[in-house]
């Protein structure tokens, strides 16, 4: 049985379209968080109060649409069985379908959002003096859920035909977009932060409609359906069941850990505060890999070459951990000048400096972890993944956290809890992939 090394081979027969869907996604991928920077730096120069009013609604946003990723996961991974099939009519139907679920449930999300939104506000713990800023922004931002849904689905649809450029495209005009709509409502019509939330929302309506149109497209040379089939519209639902399930737990331990490092001190989340951010940035260039993991062994094992499923698998696992070692190097031995730029205070420099380190050391896990993320989401193996992250979770990360909330342990000893965790989740996936029962070959996914 093929076994990844620990150091690449010098070539492959798969690096090229490795890195082919990998840079793409990769720039698409950090083109997703200019949304948030660019709301950050504008909104901040309006105040104080309006910047925070944009942490509560933004918090709540992020965490509402993480829910929905499996919209571009599923997708991918039933489009790229399809395309390996030989049967590109069914994979452009199957774009239909999840653009029509997405819409869907993004108009659902956006009517229980208005509906609630006050309540979703005041649980936040938004004062009373933030509250009307963050409640403008969330009640904007949510008309423009079903456009980000409807992206999220044409994005798992271009990436399970194998094309990630142009997402990229997509992704980065629609960013520019972005940019100049905020300028022009905020400083030009002194919108304030409504300014703000509308310069998002009508870019990302900017961007589904790219998406729309390139599904549009594939369906007439296809000679394809437009209508929703509510089998296909199913299948993707049945198959995001178990990603959000992933999802969510993800989302606990997140979550978890930011409000037990807020118990300790304030030193304790602030410098978890930077940990965390370098980490999710770190994960973006890990996350591309696992986008060609979903799309390249989702084709394979359409076309039934389990064979080659399992090879483009280890070669990503492979360059994987290489990536994951480079970024925790240069982290380590970079964190006497990065550390700095996040913040002057002695205290929660000494503490960041320390967790960047164990943020260093995971690293090469950390590709491991997401790389075989993005294969078993490919082979259509989300049940396991979903049943692997609860079980990691909540007997490994929550049993290590609850003792050491109890023993009096610092931040530090907080993350010990979290390498556990990614340990644990290794640990499984890396016994799945080992296995044969991922390998089901077929245009459809077990």
Not at 82 to 109: F, N, Q, S, Y
Not at 180 to 199: H, K, P, Q, T
Not at 316 to 324: A, D, L, Q, T, Y
Request: aromatic content about 8%.
């Amino acid at each position: 049985m093929d076994r990844p090394r620990l150091l690449p081979a010098r070539t492959s027969p798969h690096d090229r379209e490795i890195w082919r869907l990998a840079l793409p996604a990769f720039g698409a991928l950090a083109a997703e968080p200019l949304y948030v920077l660019v709301d950050t730096a504008i909104v901040g120069q309006l105040g104080t109060r309006p910047l925070a009013g944009l942490a509560v609604a933004g918090a709540v946003l992020t965490a509402a649409f993480a829910l929905f990723n499996f919209l571009a996961y599923s997708t991918t991974a039933a489009v790229a069985r399809r395309l390996g099939a030989g049967d590109r009519r069914v994979a452009a139907e199957l774009g239909v379908d999840g653009a029509w679920l997405a819409l869907g449930l993004g108009v659902a999300v956006m009517l229980i959002g208005l509906l609630t939104s006050s309540w979703i506000v005041d649980a936040m713990g938004a004062s009373a003096n933030i509250a009307p800023f963050a409640l403008e922004y969330l009640r904007i931002s949510l008309l423009g859920a079903p456009a980000l849904l409807v992206a999220l689905a044409g994005t798992g649809y271009l990436r399970g035909m194998q094309d990630t450029r142009t997402t990229l495209y997509i992704a980065v005009g629609a960013a520019l977009l972005n940019l100049a709509l905020e300028i022009l409502f905020v400083y030009g019509f002194d919108w304030g932060i409504a300014g703000s939330a509308w310069g998002t929302v009508i870019a990302q309506i900017a961007a589904a409609s790219a998406f729309v149109a390139i599904v549009v497209r594939s369906v007439r040379l296809e000679s394809a359906s437009l209508r929703p089939s509510r089998a296909g519209m199913r299948q993707t639902a049945v198959v995001g069941g178990p990603l959000i399930v992933r999802t969510a737990s993800l989302l606990v331990v997140f979550l978890a850990t930011t409000n037990l490092a807020a118990r300790i001190s304030d030193d304790a989340v602030a410098a978890n505060q930077i940990a965390f951010g370098i980490f999710l940035f770190l994960a973006l260039s890990l996350d591309a890999l696992a986008i060609a993991g979903q799309a390249m062994v989702g084709r394979f094992l359409g076309s039934a070459d389990a064979h080659r499923a399992r090879a483009a698998a280890r070669r990503m696992m492979e360059w994987g951990v290489v990536i994951g070692f480079g970024f925790g190097i240069v982290l380590i031995v970079s964190r006497p000048w990065l550390v700095p730029l996040f913040t002057d205070d002695p205290g929660v420099r000494h503490l960041a400096d320390q967790l960047i380190v164990v943020v260093g050391v995971l690293q090469p896990l950390n590709a491991m972890v997401f790389v075989l993320d993005g294969v078993l989401i490919g082979a259509g193996d989300q049940r396991f993944l979903a049943v692997a992250m609860v079980a990691a979770t909540f007997l490994v990360y929550a049993p290590a956290a609850l003792l050491v909330t109890m023993a009096g342990g610092g931040v530090v000893a907080l993350w010990g809890a979290l390498a556990l965790w990614f340990l644990a989740r290794g640990v499984g996936l890396m016994g799945r992939y080992l296995g044969p029962r991922w390998q089901v070959t077929g245009a459809v996914a077990p």
